[in-house]
């Protein structure tokens, strides 16, 4: 009986060997997610230009949207002036969103994000919420061109909070500050953050930064960076090494935002001359990490063109800017992306978009055939994944439970 079973234990050992070796996380593919937009996800507001926001949901199901807001009448370079986090709740992730109050409003130039907030992404860390967020100070005046007192000031910073809907706690200093040589790819300014937990517990957080090498006073080049620490309000390591670059491409992207899915570390960045999905044109890609720190294009890097198709009629509206990508996650899955949208290039107004997202690999799918949305990374040659190669149940939390989690590829724990 032994000498017969050990032929089928070989087998076994040799396909959970050959599963631990080739199973890789599921390839997101955007456009077999991205549905049209009902009216309701469409946040204006005709006294306000309203520029990108950032949603979580509390525990009584309150939908609270996080955004930058300032006066119409400033014109649209007056964000660099004027803007204010705003507060907006809905019953339902898409909307429609009603605006409460001012999260984080002006508190004098004698703070070093005194003037103005903007830019907001807001995160659940252990039972607290943390909203990180671009502030500055300066002479407040809101000039035709954009104002370099204003935006060379720019700073990160983070307020905590118990509820989303405030108050909440800011601090006399930015938790992301200009480095002190003046030779370092942020000695000017650091704006526009997103933050990710990884598995091993370290927080990743990804800035927007500008040197000082370029022509005054906005010097330059524009970078992206990652700094990491094991607390969601620092201090922060910064690992200076410029991020989502191509070659001979000055300013690539811009906006990313970042999440880890429970096995890999993933960017949504705006994609300038679609250099990255080979668009050609702005638009909206994808990237993938093992740890938070060096990211490559996603095999499908396509996220979002500057157009939505509207459920209501069937129509499809070019915008000369849509951008700002926000993500709201159930439970892991990517379930709405928030978007700042500007239809003309005169800028006279702008405002928020909520594009719904929708898995549809929970249909039947016929042998042969992937579900769209997540693929699988493997198939037993039959058109079916091997059962080993299946994903994984989750615990409810969005991870898989630990004896089905995939086997680790890196010691960090982003898979």
């Given at each position: ?14 396909f ?31 006294d ?16 609270h ?10 014109g649209?370079?007056a964000?660099?002036t004027?803007?204010e ?7 339902d992730?898409?909307g ?18 005194g003037?103005?907030t ?29 104002n370099?007192i ?10 905590v ?30 704006s ?9 517990g ?30 969601p ?32 570390c ?6 300038h ?12 890609a ?22 939505v ?23 892991g899955?990517?379930?709405?992306l ?16 909520h ?27 039959a ?6 190669l ?9 991870a898989?439970p ?14």
């Amino acid at each position: 009986m032994i000498c017969m079973l050990r032929p089928v234990a070989y087998i076994l050992i040799a396909f959970v060997l050959s599963d631990q070796v080739s199973a890789e996380p599921p390839s997101l593919d955007f456009k077999a997610l991205v549905q049209p937009v009902p009216a309701s996800a469409k946040f204006v507001d005709p006294d306000y230009y309203i520029w990108g926001g950032s949603m979580a949901r509390d525990a009584d199901g309150t939908c609270h949207l996080l955004y930058s807001r300032w006066p119409r009448e400033l014109g649209h370079n007056a964000w660099v002036t004027h803007s204010e986090i705003a507060h907006a709740v809905a019953d339902d992730p898409l909307g429609p969103y009603t605006h409460v109050d001012v999260a984080l409003p002006p508190r004098g130039p004698q703070y070093w994000d005194g003037m103005c907030t903007h830019n907001p992404t807001v995160h659940e860390f252990e039972g607290k919420y943390y909203l990180y967020y671009m502030g500055n100070f300066g002479d407040g005046n809101a000039t035709a061109k954009l104002n370099p007192i204003h935006r060379n000031h720019q700073r990160i910073g983070v307020a905590v909070a118990d509820k989303l809907s405030g108050p909440w706690k800011r601090f006399s200093q930015p938790v992301i500050d200009i480095s002190e040589s003046s030779d370092a790819p942020d000695a000017l300014m650091t704006s526009n953050p997103s933050i990710l937990r990884r598995a091993d517990g370290m927080y990743v957080l990804i800035y927007k930064a500008v040197g000082k090498n370029g022509r005054m006073p906005f010097g330059g080049p524009v970078v992206h960076l990652a700094a990491t620490s094991d607390s969601p309000t620092g201090p922060f390591t910064k690992h200076l090494k410029p991020l989502f670059t191509a070659p001979g491409v000055k300013f690539p992207a811009e906006d990313p935002y970042v999440w880890f899915d429970g096995q890999q570390c993933l960017a949504i960045v705006n994609d300038h001359k679609g250099h990255f999905n080979k668009t050609g044109e702005d638009s909206l890609a994808l990237f993938t990490s093992t740890d938070g720190l060096d990211w490559s294009v996603a095999p499908n890097p396509w996220v979002l063109q500057r157009k939505v198709t509207w459920a209501d009629d069937g129509s499809e509206q070019s915008f000369h800017r849509l951008e700002r990508p926000q993500l709201w996650l159930e439970n892991g899955v990517p379930k709405v992306l928030f978007c700042a949208a500007e239809e003309t290039k005169e800028k006279t107004h702008s405002y928020n978009v909520h594009i719904p997202l929708q898995m549809l690999a929970k249909r039947s799918v016929p042998p042969g055939e992937s579900p769209e949305g997540l693929r699988p990374a493997a198939t037993d040659g039959a058109g079916e994944s091997p059962e080993g190669l299946r994903p994984a149940a989750t615990d409810g939390a969005g991870a898989p439970p630990e004896g089905l989690r995939p086997a680790a590829t890196s010691s960090i724990g982003c898979r």
